[in-house]
């Protein structure tokens, strides 16, 4: 059964203009392509071989010649553009010297002086924290002795980890156990560096 009578009948119907054809084949589709101008290539110069082997002798010693260089400047450390010091402040040295006066022996002991103040500050101030941590401790163990003396109950829960306090969780081992006789295979390697003989 054809279906082309069918939708021809229904054309008018969906409110298309009844002039219009209906086919089941697919669409010419043409497509142009642009003009290729294309010219015969040029015919390749036959070179002398000992000119061609002149040249790739050249290119070897170049290449030698850069290699040497590069290993007599191995242990040289690449310069910082950053760190290096403008000429024009170096010309302007002098100008820019200042003189620091040397510093007097009542400076010297003055400074000697407050560095023993800061570290015995310091040493004051560790100890303390030391003497608190070991007060909270003495409390809490204190506390979680009458604990235990009161419920054993209530101290068993009391000493239980708290969960929510560091959340950790660990599933089983995390490495599998080893395959017996199992040969580990070695990496393949191609080497593709140039052989200058």
């Known amino acids: 059964m054809s279906l082309l009578p069918v939708l021809s009948r229904l054309l008018p119907l ?3 203009s009844a002039s219009r054809s209906v086919h089941s084949g697919t669409g010419l ?5 642009p003009v290729l101008c294309a010219e015969p290539l040029k015919k390749k110069k036959k070179l002398d071989p000992q000119i061609v082997k002149q040249r790739e002798e050249r290119k070897r010693k170049r290449l030698e010649k850069q290699i040497r260089r590069l290993e ?3 242990r040289q450390l690449k310069p910082i553009e950053e760190l ?3 000429m024009e402040l ?5 100008k820019r010297k200042r003189n620091v006066p040397k510093p007097t022996a009542e400076l010297l002991e003055s400074r000697a002086l407050l560095e023993k ?3 015995k500050y310091r040493m004051q101030e560790k100890l303390a924290d030391y003497q608190l941590f070991d007060r909270i401790v003495a409390a809490q163990a204190k506390a979680l002795g009458e604990l235990q003396l009161a419920s054993d109950e209530l101290y068993q829960r009391a000493i239980q980890p708290d ?4 959340p950790f969780v660990a599933q089983g081992p995390v490495s599998t156990p080893p395959i017996k006789d199992y040969e580990q ?9 140039r052989k200058w003989e």
């Open 90 to 94: 170096i010309d302007e040295q002098s």
């Open 72 to 74: 007599k400047n191995a």
């Open 29 to 33: 589709l043409f497509r142009s392509t």
């Open 185 to 193: 295979p070695d990496g393949e390697y191609i080497d593709v560096s």
């Open 14 to 16: 969906v409110g298309q």
């Open 117 to 119: 103040q800061w570290a």
């Open 163 to 166: 969960p929510a306090l560091l």
């Open 84 to 86: 290096e010091v403008p």
